[in-house]
Every structure is written in C-alpha cells, then in structure tokens.
C-alpha cells in the first residue's frame, strides 16, 4: 500500500511554528503570574481559636511571616527569658501571650520602618507545651521521675512508675503541689502509705499537667 505525501507550503509550516511558540510562551506567562501571586498574596492567619488560647513558651519555635519583607520573615525559638529575636526590632517579648498578640506587637512597632505591615506568627515546634504536660515525682521513690501527663492518671499510678517509695519513705506525709489557674500554689495531703498498704483511695487524687508528687523521708 503506497503512501501519499502531501507537500506543505514553507509558509504555513512556519506559520504553525510560529503559534506553537506563542502557546507555549503564553503557558509560561500564566505560570509566572500564578507564582507571583502567590508570592504577594496576603499572609494567611493561624487558627484563631488556638491563637487566642494557646500561650507561648520557652523553647517553642515561632515563624514570624512579614507579607511583602521576607528579609524580615525569621523562624526563631523563644529564649529562656521568654523572648524572641526579630530584625530591626530586636527583642520582643513572646512568653506567656498568645501568636496573635504577638503579631500585633510586631506590626505595630515595624510601622516605624515600613507602611502598613501585615504580620503573623505561627507556631512551628511546641516544645513547651511537653514541658509543662508532664508530672514529676521526688523525694524518697525509687527513681525520682518526669512523666508525661495522661488522662485519668493518679497518684498511685504516677507513684508506681517511679519504682515506689524506698524504706526511708514517710508515705503519709507525701504532698501533691499544683500551680492554679490565678498563678499561686496549691498542696494537697496525700496518704501515701495508707494508698500503698491497705489500699486506702480517699486521697489517691487525679493528677493534673504540672503536678509535683514529693515524698518526704522519715524523721530520725
């Protein structure tokens, strides 16, 4: 079966040479606006409802976005004194307020530098929030420890991962130590040795994140 060839002029084939370029330039174009916009568009703002509940701590890393300056767009851990490094500002404090408090804090002091800055501050690494999440056990146990908090979790139990109490141990006299919500400290009583010998549960209390289990030894 013989094929036939068809003869294009030169014109037309340059002519289709010609579009084809055009297309693919026009693509390019498209994919370079989309990009640009992209790169302008205005910051995107965390969760409002964890923003306002969530308090910053020490060691929690924190993006700080500047819409338009990513010169001044930084990722930076909160340092023990509970503030972080921002340029052209310095310090700013971040411990213990909330991202969105401290966006507004950072935009409202770079409005000495730029004209209407669009801020937001992300957390990136909670690693505070591990920190205070745990309970600790001290004093007269078999291994004094630090234990992540989990619901339901009791003093027995908590008493139990540390091994016990060692024979020096004055059970009864063993304190739960709280910090409330106000910023002051509660202590409880708790019957160690009455938990532990007879099964007594009145003061095998639940614990709560932030809770300090100390048992004291025995008077001599």
């Known amino acids: 079966m013989s094929h036939t060839r068809v003869a294009v002029p030169v014109w037309a084939a340059l002519l289709v040479y010609l579009l084809g370029g055009l297309g693919a330039s026009a693509v390019l174009a498209e994919q370079e606006d989309a990009e640009s916009a992209a790169a302008t568009a205005p910051l995107a703002s965390p969760d409002p409802s964890f923003s306002s509940l969530y308090k910053i701590g020490?060691?929690?890393?924190?993006?700080?976005?500047?819409?338009?300056n990513p010169e001044l767009s930084v990722t930076v851990p909160v340092r023990p004194d509970g503030r972080i490094s921002v340029p052209l500002l310095g310090d700013v404090l971040a411990g213990g307020r909330a991202p969105q408090e401290v966006a507004q804090d950072i935009e409202q002091r770079l409005t000495a530098y730029i004209r209407d800055p669009k801020v937001?501050?992300?957390?990136?690494?909670?690693?505070?929030?591990?920190f205070i999440s745990r309970v600790r056990v001290t004093g007269a146990v078999r291994q004094?420890?630090?234990?992540p908090y989990r619901q339901g979790m009791t003093v027995l139990?908590?008493?139990l991962?540390?091994?016990g109490v060692t024979e020096f141990a004055s059970g009864n006299r063993t304190r739960l130590y709280r910090k409330a919500e106000s910023g002051t400290g509660e202590a409880f009583d708790i019957k160690l040795e009455a938990i532990l010998k007879r099964g007594d549960l009145e003061t095998n209390l639940d614990v709560q994140a932030g809770d300090v289990i100390t048992?004291?030894?025995?008077?001599?």
């Open 58 to 68: 020490v060691d929690d890393r924190l993006q700080v976005s500047v819409w338009r």
């Open 120 to 130: 937001a501050v992300i957390l990136v690494d909670l690693r505070s929030h591990e």
């Open 215 to 220: 048992v004291p030894e025995r008077l001599l």
């Open 157 to 159: 139990d908590a008493v």
């Open 161 to 163: 991962q540390a091994g």
């Open 144 to 147: 004094p420890i630090s234990i």
